[in-house]
């Protein structure tokens, strides 16, 4: 089953799988991310204009602060119908 872009989903890595992100508060390039972009906008911060950025889920871990599991976003998939 393919993700959809923009998913955000709980992986038990210490690496981040193919096609996702870490969910860190990245900065990232609008011109390399524009379908992902197309989706976030600046609500996660950047200037709209070259850049925009992920949300900052380093603190939301479900279980505990030792805990390996880490939120991580799609940056590839299915681009998500609205409607």
């Known amino acids: 089953m393919e993700a959809y872009l923009g998913q ?3 992986f038990p890595y210490t690496y981040a799988p193919y096609g996702w992100l870490p969910c860190e508060g990245q900065i ?3 011109n390399q991310n524009q379908a992902l972009f197309a989706l976030l906008g600046t609500t996660f911060g950047g200037n709209g ?9 380093r603190n939301a871990n479900p279980l505990n602060a030792t805990s390996q599991m880490k939120y991580y976003i799609a940056t590839m998939g299915i681009f998500p ?3």
């Open 49 to 57: 204009s070259t850049t925009f950025g992920l949300p900052d889920l």
């Open 28 to 30: 990232l390039q609008i």
């Open 81 to 83: 119908q609205r409607p």
């Open 8 to 10: 955000i989903q709980l």
